[in-house]
């Protein structure tokens, strides 16, 4: 068994919301084990035989079926989520600024977030499948990344979250 963070996007932040409960019900229905909800958006822990690929599109055709959503997944075993966490190229925590992880499933799209031109206050930085992402508190919404990714082209293959959120993942797996 593989234990594996499962970032939901979109879900409780506009749009789409989801009681935790159910998504843990429902992935443990769907034959997932040691199903774990952290915080309200989005992130899932669990445990499957499954390769990463197998666990995501099982996980997306649940969310599918259960509550009738076009759900986009990104998968990631423990032992990668450690090393992505751990290779964040800035100073973790800086005042003024936030600390975000892009995760990017697929290789094109990150080629072409990572040639986006960084605004005033924001600062990107390419990583293995995902990008580092930092921006200046109050900027967040108007920086490039942000712009770009809530286009809807992107929203089937990335996703980002706090660097403190993904400390809280790591430490539920």
Do not use: C
Not at 30 to 36: I, P, Q, R, S
């Amino acid at each position: 068994m593989t234990r594996y963070a499962v970032f939901l996007r979109g879900v409780n932040v506009g749009g789409v919301n989801l009681k935790m409960a159910d998504v843990a019900a429902a992935f443990r229905e769907a034959g997932f084990d040691e199903v774990k909800t952290l915080l309200a958006s989005g992130n899932v822990v669990l445990s499957s035989s499954a390769k990463a690929a197998t666990v995501r599109t099982k996980a997306e055709a649940t969310l599918r079926e259960s509550f009738g959503y076009d759900a986009w997944v990104l998968v990631y075993p423990a032992a990668e989520l450690r090393t992505i966490s751990a290779d964040f190229p800035f100073e973790r925590e800086v005042d003024g600024h936030h600390s975000y992880v892009t995760f990017v499933g697929d290789p094109d799209v990150l080629d072409e977030l990572d040639a986006l031109t960084p605004t005033s206050g924001e600062t990107i930085q390419r990583g293995h499948g995902v990008l580092y992402w930092q921006v200046a508190r109050g900027a967040t919404l108007d920086s490039a990344l942000s712009k770009t990714m809530a286009k809807k082209r992107y929203k089937s293959s990335t996703t980002t979250r706090n660097l403190r959120t993904v400390e809280k993942v790591l430490a539920a797996l």
